[in-house]
């Protein structure tokens, strides 16, 4: 009768100790989602930072300028440096004067 008493008494301990570790992990899975809960409503109240416009514009201002200096580059180029260059090197390659 005593041994039966004691295996009760352990099982009894088992189910007190699963039912604890139960409790427990379900109040931590509890709280982690709160938490997250908590950062998901955080996100999506924040309103600072960069809006998908203002990058749309920067790089509308930098295809632009970048395309207006090509175009002085080239005009530069095809007006003033390159005849100059041609005639500094026909002078250079006359032999004969």
Excluded: C, R, W
């Amino acid at each position: 009768m005593k041994i039966f008493k004691n295996m009760i008494t352990k099982a009894k301990n088992i189910t007190k100790k699963a039912m604890n570790f139960a409790n427990e992990t379900a109040i931590k899975v509890s709280t982690f989602f709160a938490v997250q809960k908590h950062k998901m409503h955080l996100t999506l109240a924040n309103n600072s930072g960069e809006n998908y416009v203002d990058s749309a514009v920067k790089i509308l201002i930098a295809v632009v300028l970048g395309g207006l200096l090509l175009a002085g580059l080239y005009a530069l180029f095809g007006d003033v440096v390159m005849p100059t260059l041609k005639t500094k090197i026909q002078e250079m390659f006359n032999y004969a004067g």
